[in-house]
């Protein structure tokens, strides 16, 4: 029960791992694999956080909403795990996508939010590969989507 030491240690809250709002679904196992469909960004009061990387929000907003992401990308795979994070052996990968104009180039900076989190909560375990995509938009006009892949014990 180590991840869920830390996520108390770090003072974090996980929100409701929401139920799709679309055809797909929120993860699914395959074999020890574990995907976890894209999380959006949003508030802990589960407002979307919204706007464009380098108009309305900065980078350090951003690394916050990427942060939320995560911890919804948390939620949903202990929700998978029947409540039993213990269930997982790593993460594999994290893809992120940033909402931004043409010019901005932080883009690792912002998903290195997510990657923070999940660090802070897998530790070693939560090393991972990654992707950070720019964007012209993102569904609802969120900032940041988030979507990872874990292996399971």
Known sequence: MIFE?????????????????GSYVASKIVGKLLFISGQISMTEKAELIKG??????????????AKRCAL?????????CGDDLSKIKSCVKLTGFVNSVDNFVEQPKVINGASDLIASVFGDAGMHTRAAVSTNSLPLGVAVEVDAIFELN
């Open 5 to 21: 030491e830390n996520i108390k240690k770090n003072n974090l809250i996980l929100p409701n791992a929401a139920n799709p709002v």
């Open 52 to 65: 464009k990387l380098g108009k309305e929000l900065n980078t350090e907003a951003g690394y916050a909403a």
């Open 72 to 80: 919804s990308i948390v939620a949903q795979a202990k929700k998978a």
